[in-house]
């Protein structure tokens, strides 16, 4: 089945270590998006991958970044983890927008990141 | 800015009952969409249903119906026929102008159903 993947599940790491969430697709869809959830709250977009130009929200810390090397991986890169960075990270993936369609968002299962 | 408000923290309803979650949009743009997600306790974000804003009738989905009043302003989510697989979060979202499908969330409703 076509889907989205994202690895680890669940991922701890230490005040301040870097740290690397991937996210796959078998979607083939252009769009790439990396969202933050932190308990009880609603997702907030990090950023996005439209094909390989890359958008970031204005109001995500320098201390996020990602990669995508292809269309089918895309890597949320976290220099020097704070604890308030500890939430769910969630990637998803939707096709090229066209006029007059909206195209839903496909979701992965997430990752959660524990900072120690 | 746009912006999407959900009012209920929490709701509870019986099984085989239908239940409405309330949701509130604001936006100064002619043609925008709106979206529902369920987040079940395991995390992962599943897409339920779409209602397009130059859509005449409501949208439907097997058990899921969007009660959508464009001059209030509002797209509530019906869920009819609960089960207990239902208890979940639910979101509601609506898709920014620009070139990709970006989407805004609500805070979201948990949703609990009862034997």
């Known amino acids: 089945d076509a889907m989205v993947i994202q690895n680890p599940r669940y991922q701890v790491t230490q005040f301040g270590k870097p740290v690397t969430l991937s996210c796959s697709q078998t979607?083939?869809?252009?769009?790439m998006y990396w969202y933050q959830q932190k308990s009880s709250q609603a997702p907030k977009l990090l950023f996005h991958y439209y094909d390989k130009d890359f958008n970031n929200e204005a109001d995500t810390p320098d201390n996020f970044q990602s990669r995508r090397p292809n269309t089918s991986f895309c890597f949320l890169d976290i220099r020097s983890p704070g604890l308030g960075d500890a939430a769910m990270y969630l990637c998803?993936?939707?096709?090229?927008?066209?006029?007059?369609?909206?195209?839903?968002?496909?979701f992965g299962p997430g990752t959660r990141l524990t900072v120690l | 800015a746009q912006k999407i408000t959900q009012t209920q923290p929490g709701m509870f309803v019986q099984e085989k009952e239908a239940v409405t979650l309330d949701c509130t949009y604001d936006?100064?743009?002619?043609?925008?969409?709106l979206f529902w997600y369920k987040q079940p306790s395991s995390g992962e974000m599943i897409f339920l249903i779409y209602?397009?804003?130059?859509?005449?009738q409501n949208a439907t989905e097997g058990r899921y119906s969007l009660n959508f009043q464009k001059a209030r302003k509002s797209a509530n989510l019906v869920i009819s026929a609960s089960q207990l697989g239902d208890s979940a979060m639910y979101f509601c979202?609506?898709?920014?102008?620009?070139?990709?499908?970006?989407?805004?969330f609500g805070t979201g409703t948990r949703l609990q159903v009862f034997p």
């Open positions: 209602q397009g804003s130059y859509d005449e």
């Open positions: 979202a609506m898709r920014e102008g620009g070139a990709a499908d970006k989407l805004i």
């Open positions: 998803a993936t939707s096709r090229d927008q066209e006029p007059g369609v909206d195209n839903e968002q496909f």
């Open positions: 979607l083939n869809h252009n769009v």
């Open positions: 936006t100064s743009d002619q043609s925008y969409g």
